[in-house]
């Protein structure tokens, strides 16, 4: 979600699930932190948390919501605030 936030695929900027997977590099995430699951299926499951938004297209684009950027915007104040001290 933070690199989607990165990329500012937030909104109405929504782009097809497998450029989104591109976008952020899902490859290396994926290798990066051992994820067995492909990017459509964690696009689902953030869907149903109200994190991603699918614009009614049943997963075939995806961006970031409203709640999913707060959330992302959260992290980045707390690892800020936690370097200060």
């Known amino acids: ?3 989607m936030y990165d990329k500012r695929i937030i909104g109405k900027q929504y782009f ?3 450029k989104v997977g ?3 590099g899902w490859s290396s995430i994926q290798i ?4 067995k699951t492909n990017f459509k299926k964690v696009i689902r499951h953030l869907k149903s948390k ?13 961006s ?3 709640l999913g950027v707060d959330y992302v915007r959260g992290l980045i ?3 800020k605030s ?3 001290f």
């Open 1 to 3: 979600m933070k690199e």
């Open 16 to 18: 097809p699930i497998h």
């Open 22 to 24: 591109l976008k952020i």
């Open 32 to 35: 990066k932190y051992k994820i």
């Open 50 to 62: 109200g994190y991603v938004e699918d614009h009614g297209k049943s997963c075939a684009v995806a």
């Open 64 to 66: 970031l919501s409203k």
């Open 77 to 79: 104040l707390e690892s």
């Open 82 to 84: 936690e370097k200060k």
